[in-house]
Structures are given as structure tokens and as C-alpha cells.
């Protein structure tokens, strides 16, 4: 039976007091407990910023990387060994601005990895500049005349990019944004859950009372079918006085690592070489 | 004998089936054969050409020297006339081509006309060409109508007979308009199938998968794709995975993944595409994460030519990358070496937790070479120090970079036992946990550089050829190891006593097996494709020897070993 207890981490945390990234860690937690995961066979791969630092808080295996590069990373530990269960983990500006790249190839390769974007519109880590999802006029010190682009809208870009699971969580919405997190993990193929989370150093407009005022749970009060793409477009673009959470898009299709035959029987780690069997190979160069 | 034939003519003509052809024929009766390719980056038109060396004695460089031309443009034709030796011939079709000779060494052939006739279709030219060129050699006719045989059997009968018919009328036509015996002689030979015929990037390739490889990925660039697609053509069979990336930043950091998951994994590319993976190269320093990155060299700066050679990133690969970390570096001279050193670089990589890389470059990765023999059982494959569960008295006592005496600390795969691993980019307790801590900086420092010394005393001595002593030493480092032999072999040839000193491992540098006594009183001479001398500089400063003479090539084309010769004339 895994309780709470089996993430217990030593490390100490270094966010600030108030942060959303605590009421994550704890939705993550309980999540995993939920699931009954076991912690030597969770991964979980982060870049830099302040939502990296999450697998150190917890007992797992973890990469911590490069800015950006969580999701290569992560596809190449699910590609050598798919038995794991493998979380990435980032900030809006690792996953959207550095990273945006490789999250619009890995949602394409349907790698079953949970991508968690803890989206505070805002960089913490480096002290309060301006991100990919800041909206337009966004005032900070690099951007003292306002932000002069309009924000990414990665719910948009999952959607037409056919990502099999795409969801919106919310920081204050724990239990919610656990089932998120389970549904993703338990889903196979690349899950985006993006997570509004709020910064309380540095973003002073998009607060806890902010989003409070105009999270509403896709489905409360009707039905909601996610696998319609078209709807799943409209919900994608609501943002405003009314901001969506829920799965606002899923899709069945076939996973990378479900295409290579290479590992239908086991892992590629636990797969050793002979190096004498090379020598067939030969015939095809006399 | 030795002679070479070159085929010349615009991308899309099919230069490559006439070369390989010859080739084969001459493999087959245990032939040495060399062909070296220069292309231009474009699919269609150009001017393009292979050209195939063939010696009964080992062959393993290009020659400067062409004796039979073989031209499918006029381009070919006006402008490699040149090479021709002062016997050699010129093949060309003035149907086709905008050229006319008087000269009776070149012969204007019907190939196209022919090929219609004999062969029922103009794409039979190709055979035409094949047997004109052929009934030059006094070798018969035999030999050629036997690899068409086996080359066009799988296309059924009917094809085998009409390349065999176009190849016999192209023989018969030269024979009867040839005013002159046959001009190049080869001894006759039987069939066998022993030698093989394999570009360098196969070597690389095969050398990777029997050291075994399991996850390749990449993103094209040449001259590095060829190796990317020789591993795909048998990754299903020998349980590979190879993932293409969108970018070359994605490539090395899914084969950080892979490694760090228990995986032997490894990427390719070229100095453009190293450019972008260089910040992962330290992450690999960073979190000790074993890989294999191979750099298939091409003359830059920038885009530069893409489908030609250059020994113009040494000194890149050498510092590429922020900050303090060991790495190793390996440079092939030919394939079996090629062969040995991509398990040395994987044994490396995992023994050390480093990232190794491969110098190679176009020539090397794209030429022909005849192998006799390529031996997998010498491969040994060494994981290294990695743990299992009853290697941990509990599993929350595991440290991934515990304090060791060899700066080697154990890993653990995720997943394979009940203990967790903590990785980091960031600098790192010996937990892996983010620390700030200078005592812990300072000892983390310490433990990855501690590494750089049994790394070291692994490197094996450069090649010395022939032993002993001499008054010119010929110093280069890896695709140049055929040309640099030939000349040296030239060189002793008429009277002078000339050495060559070969560097395959480059870096890290092993003082251990070198005394500079002996290279005091010769002339050190560098031989390198590139504008500075990037390894004669190295060497100088690892050495305290001083380079006298650097023969530098960086035109984009391999060395003759005529045009080496040619530099030190004066020296004999």
C-alpha cells in the first residue's frame, strides 16, 4: 500500500511562502498515491525554473535538465525504458517560450509521457520578466512599455497539434487538478495538463482572486465532450471573465513506442547485446 | 597494377551504378578497392564524379591520377581531362555530349544508341559504359558478366541479360575501335566472396550496434545522415529504436533520456549541428550521463560546403561546451578502426559517465574502403559501475554521486531497483539534490575532474609506421591515416626515411607512452585538412615539440598522396 508517506522527500523546498507550486506538489501527490504508484518507477523530468525543482520534493527518480529541454529528455527515457511512468514537469516559459519546439513535436509523436506546465504568465526564477502566456500589455522590467505581443494560447496549439489529452488545472483547486493529474498519467499517450498557478511575487494582476473569480469546471453544470474537436477549439479559446478547467480534448491513437517493434517484448535497457551476432550482418557488404 | 577509373557527370546520371559495378567486379577477384565520392549538394545536374582505385595491394586513399575517364557530361569531359595520366583514356558518347576529340586516346562510344539496341532501353547505357571501360583492362570480359549477374538477379532474368548484352557490346566496341593493345593489365583472378566493400559510415554504424547501441536518434545533415540510415535499414532486426528529432537539440537530449534510462545511446552530426548540441554536451559533463556523439566533419564556418571534407573542428570538439568537464575524443583513420573505437567510445562513455565524441568527416564517412576481415568477438561491452538491488544494503542509501577515490560514482537505472535516482544540471549534492553550498561545489568539482586521470591512461599510443626512426615524420589524425601511409610509403620509395605518426585517440592526451627523444632530430611535418594546423598546434603544446612543416589542405577535397610528396620535395 503506497501512502503520502513514500514520497517524502528530505529536500528542502525553495519556493516562496505562498506559491501555487505547494498546492501542485500536493495535488501530484496525492495523485500518484492515488494511483498507487510506485515511486522507483516514476520519473520524473523538469528543466529550469521554479516548477522544476518540483521532483526534488518528492521521492522519485528525477532528471533535472536543461531550460527547455524537458521533453526530449523525457521521450528518450520513455523510448529506453517504457515500463516507466514518466512525468515531465515545467514553467510556461520553459515548455512554451524555450521549449516550444519540442512540446509541438512531442504532442505529433503521442509519446506517453504527462507534461505539467505550471503557467504563472510570468518567469519566477529569474525574478519577474515577462513570458510566452503574459498578456498583451504586461508590465515588467524587460517590458516596461507593456508586453508587445499577445499571449501563446498552448490549449489552442495542443488542440490543432491533435494532442491526445489536453487539460487546464488550477492551483486552487487541488482535488480537481489530482483527478487531472491521475486521468493523464492513466492516459496513454502525451497529456498536457496546463496549470494556472499564481505567483505571488511577481504577478500581480493574475492572483489566486483573479483566477478564483473566473475558474468554472467544464462540466459542472452540463455535459461536455471532449473528443470533439471543434468544441474542444471553442473551449480552448474562452479566456477572460470565464476561463475553462477540465479535459478540454482527448483523442485514442497509437503511441510512439507502440510503433517499434523493437520493444514489443521488453525494454530497450533490459535488452543486452551480443556482439557476435554482428557478424551475419557482414554478408551484406562482400 | 594500380589504376583508377572515374566516372564522372551531372547528380541523377547514375555515376554511383557504374562505379559500384567496377568495383564489385574487382572485390570479387579479391581486389583491393578504394572509391572516393565528391559531389556537389544539389539532386540533379552538378558536377559530380566517383572514382574507384583499383591495386592488388591494399589501396585505402585517392589517387590524383585518373587512367580511365569515364564521362556522361561535357563538363566531365573539358574539365577532368586533366587528371587523365599521360596512357590514359577518355570515354565519352558525342550523342550526348557537346564534345569533340581527335585525340585516339579519347574513344566517343555510342553508349546511349547501344544501350537502345542491345540492351532495349537507353537506361542500359550505364552497362555499356561499364563494359567499354573494361575491355581497356586486360582482365576479360568474364568477371563483369558475373557481378551483373549477381547485382541485377533480384530484378528477374530478362534485365540480368540485357545489362550483360550492353556491357559485351561496349566491350566489343572498344576492342574492335581501339587502335592500341589493351593498355592496363591486371593479373586474372577467381572468383571469391571474402572482401568487403563499406563507406565509412558504415563501419561507424556497424561498430555502434555491436557495441550495443538501442536508441540512435538524429537530424539529418550531411555528411552525417548515411549513418542515421544504415542503422534504421536494421534497427528492427537488432531491437534499435531510431527516433528522427526535430532538431539537434532534441537529438542529443532524447539520447541523454535514453542513457540516463539504461540505454547505450548515440547521435551524429556535423559541426553546424554539434553547434546546437554543445549545451547538452555539458549537461552530460554536469550530470555524468554517458554518450556518444559523432561529428562528421565538414568545411564551415557556417554552412560552408556541405558535401565535402574538412578536419576543421578539432579544436571546437576539444573546448565545445560551458564550463569544466572530461570528455574524450576519437578520431577513425580507417574502418577497422572505426570499428574498435566505437566500442572504445561506448566503453568509454559508460565506464568514465562521460560524453565521448567521434571526429570523422565526409571523406572518411562516404568513401569506399575493401575490409578483409572485421572481427565482432573483440568487442567487449562494459557497463560499468552500475548498481542493483543487492548491491544496496537499503534503498534509500543510495548516493548518484557518492565521493569516490576515481571520481566514478555508481548509477542505478530508474526502475530497476527499489532504490530513486536524483540527476541534476544544476550544481548538485552527492544525493543529486540542488545545493549552493562552496565545500560541496568544491567537491563536486573535484570528483567529475578526478575522472580526467584513469580517462587518460585508457588512451592507446598513436599509430607509428614504420618503427624506428626517421629524418620526416609525417604527423595527422584520422581520415588522412591511408593518404599519409601511401606517402610515406612513396617517400622511402626514393630514398628518404619517412615515418608516419597517426593520432586515433586524440583527447585527453597521454604523456605516458610518448618520449620526444626520438622526434628531436626528425622534421616534424602536419599533414591536416584545415587552414591552421589545428593538431599540430595541439600536439605542440601537449608535447613541447615543435612542428616544422604543415602540408594544409582546405579546399574542400581529400589529399593525393602525390600532392603531400610534391610539398617536401626539397626535404629528399
Not at chain 1, 22 to 40: E, G, N, T, W
Not at chain 2, 143 to 151: G, I, T
Not at chain 2, 262 to 288: I, K, Q, W, Y
Not at chain 2, 395 to 410: C, D, M
Request: proline residues 5%; hydrophobic residues 40%.
Amino acid at each position: 500500500m503506497i501512502t503520502v508517506e513514500d514520497f517524502h522527500s528530505d529536500d528542502p523546498i525553495a519556493w516562496c511562502p505562498g506559491c501555487g507550486n505547494f498546492s501542485i506538489l500536493k495535488a501530484l501527490k496525492a495523485a500518484l498515491v492515488d494511483i498507487q504508484q510506485q515511486p522507483h518507477e516514476l520519473v520524473i523530468v523538469s528543466g529550469i525554473g521554479q516548477a522544476p525543482k518540483t521532483p526534488h520534493y518528492l521521492r522519485c527518480n528525477c532528471f533535472n535538465g536543461l531550460h527547455g529541454r524537458t521533453l526530449p529528455v523525457a521521450t528518450g527515457i520513455k523510448l529506453a525504458n517504457h515500463k516507466l511512468t514518466v512525468i515531465a514537469q515545467g514553467g510556461d516559459g520553459d515548455g512554451y517560450g524555450e521549449g516550444g519546439n519540442h512540446f509541438l513535436h512531442a504532442m505529433r509523436r503521442n509519446i506517453d509521457i504527462t507534461y505539467l506546465v505550471h503557467n504563472n504568465q510570468v518567469y519566477g526564477l529569474t525574478k519577474g520578466q515577462a513570458s510566452p502566456t503574459s498578456e498583451h500589455g504586461f508590465v515588467t522590467k524587460t517590458t516596461p512599455r507593456g508586453a508587445h505581443s499577445p499571449a501563446c494560447n498552448p490549449l489552442m496549439l495542443a488542440v490543432a497539434s491533435d494532442c491526445s489529452f489536453v487539460a487546464r488545472g488550477f492551483a486552487g483547486e487541488i482535488d480537481h487538478l489530482a483527478d487531472l493529474i491521475k486521468a493523464g498519467i492513466r492516459h496513454e499517450g502525451f497529456a498536457l495538463i496546463d496549470i494556472l498557478q499564481p505567483c505571488v511575487s511577481f504577478n500581480r494582476v493574475n492572483t489566486f482572486k483573479w483566477y478564483s473569480e473566473r475558474v468554472y469546471k467544464i462540466d459542472a453544470d452540463s455535459p461536455y465532450d471532449a473528443e470533439d474537436r471543434l468544441n474542444a477549439f471553442q473551449k480552448a479559446q474562452e479566456w477572460g471573465d470565464k476561463i475553462p478547467v477540465g479535459v478540454i480534448y482527448r483523442k485514442q491513437r497509437p503511441t510512439l513506442e507502440k510503433q517499434f517493434p523493437a520493444i514489443a517484448d521488453q525494454p530497450l535497457a533490459w535488452q543486452p547485446t551480443d556482439p557476435g551476432t554482428f557478424t551475419e550482418l557482414l554478408e551484406t557488404f562482400k | 597494377m594500380d589504376i583508377s577509373i572515374r566516372v564522372g557527370g551531372e547528380a541523377g546520371q547514375g555515376i554511383q551504378s557504374i562505379s559500384s559495378i567496377i568495383a564489385k567486379t574487382f572485390v570479387r577477384h579479391d581486389f583491393y578497392v578504394f572509391i572516393n565520392q565528391d559531389f556537389a549538394s544539389r539532386i540533379r545536374g552538378g558536377h559530380n564524379f566517383d572514382q574507384v582505385r583499383i591495386s592488388k595491394h591494399p589501396v585505402n586513399a585517392a589517387s590524383g591520377n585518373v587512367d580511365i575517364l569515364i564521362s556522361l557530361d561535357k563538363e566531365t569531359a573539358r574539365h577532368d581531362i586533366d587528371c587523365l595520366t599521360d596512357n590514359g583514356f577518355l570515354l565519352f558518347d558525342e550523342d550526348e555530349i557537346d564534345f569533340t576529340s581527335d585525340d585516339p586516346n579519347h574513344l566517343s562510344i555510342p553508349f546511349a544508341q547501344i544501350a537502345s539496341t542491345v540492351g532495349k532501353s537507353k537506361i542500359m547505357a550505364n552497362s555499356v559504359a561499364i563494359g567499354a571501360a573494361l575491355a581497356l583492362i586486360d582482365f576479360g570480359l568474364q568477371p563483369v558478366l558475373d557481378c551483373l549477374q549477381e547485382q541485377f538477379q533480384p530484378k528477374g532474368s530478362e534485365t540480368v541479360e540485357n545489362n550483360q548484352k550492353s556491357a559485351t557490346a561496349g566491350y566489343d566496341f572498344v576492342r574492335q575501335n581501339l587502335k592500341a593493345k589493351p593498355a592496363f593489365k591486371m593479373p586474372s583472378a577467381k572468383w571469391v566472396r571474402e572482401k568487403m566493400l563499406l563507406t565509412g559510415s558504415q563501419a561507424i554504424a556497424l561498430g555502434a550496434m555491436a557495441s550495443g547501441l538501442k536508441l540512435y536518434s538524429g537530424y539529418p545533415m550531411s555528411p552525417a545522415t548515411a549513418i542515421m540510415e544504415f542503422v534504421a535499414s536494421q534497427a528492427d532486426r537488432y531491437h534499435i529504436i531510431v527516433e528522427q528529432a526535430e532538431d539537434e537539440i532534441a537529438a542529443i537530449n532524447m539520447v541523454i533520456g535514453a542513457s540516463f534510462a539504461g540505454a547505450r545511446a548515440m547521435t551524429a552530426t556535423s559541426g553546424g549541428g554539434f553547434c546546437l548540441m554543445v549545451e547538452a554536451l555539458s549537461l552530460a559533463g554536469m550530470t555524468e550521463t554517458p554518450v556518444v556523439i559523432i561529428v562528421a566533419q565538414r568545411p564551415g564556418p557556417s554552412t560552408g560546403l556541405p558535401t565535402r571534407t574538412e578536419q576543421g573542428d578539432l579544436n571546437f570538439v576539444l573546448h565545445a561546451g560551458h564550463g569544466d568537464f572530461p570528455r574524450a575524443v576519437l578520431a577513425p583513420g580507417h574502418p577497422e578502426q572505426a570499428l574498435y573505437l566505437m566500442s572504445k567510445a561506448f566503453n568509454l562513455a559508460d565506464k568514465y559517465q562521460i560524453p565521448v565524441i567521434v571526429l570523422s568527416d565526409q571523406h572518411f564517412n562516404d568513401a569506399y574502403f575493401t575490409v578483409d576481415e572485421l572481427d565482432f568477438r573483440n568487442i567487449a561491452i562494459d557497463r560499468g559501475y552500475i548498481l542493483t538491488d543487492q548491491d544496496l544494503p537499503s534503498p534509500h542509501e543510495y548516493q548518484r554521486y557518492a565521493a569516490s577515490e576515481s571520481g566514478i560514482s555508481p548509477r542505478i537505472f530508474p526502475g530497476n531497483t527499489k532504490a530513486v535516482v536524483y540527476a541534476d544540471s544544476d550544481e548538485h549534492s552527492p544525493e543529486g539534490h540542488i545545493t549552493e553550498s562552496a565545500a560541496v561545489r568544491n567537491q563536486m568539482v573535484r570528483k567529475r575532474m578526478q575522472k580526467f586521470e584513469g580517462l587518460r591512461r585508457e588512451i592507446d599510443p598513436p599509430e607509428i609506421y614504420p618503427a624506428g626512426e626517421a629524418e620526416i615524420v609525417l604527423l595527422g589524425w584520422g581520415s588522412t591515416h591511408g593518404v599519409i601511409k601511401e606517402a610515406v610509403d612513396k617517400l622511402n620509395q626514393n630514398g628518404a626515411t619517412a615515418q608516419m605518426l597517426h593520432y586515433s585517440e586524440l583527447f585527453p592526451f597521454n604523456h605516458d607512452h610518448f618520449s620526444t627523444k626520438a622526434l628531436r632530430k626528425s622534421k616534424i611535418i602536419a599533414v591536416e585538412n584545415n587552414y591552421t594546423g589545428q593538431f599540430a598546434d595541439f600536439f605542440s603544446e601537449k608535447t613541447g615539440l615543435s612542428v616544422d612543416r604543415r602540408i594544409l589542405k582546405y579546399d574542400g577535397r581529400p589529399f593525393t598522396s602525390h600532392e603531400i610528396v610534391n610539398q617536401i620535395k626539397d626535404l629528399i
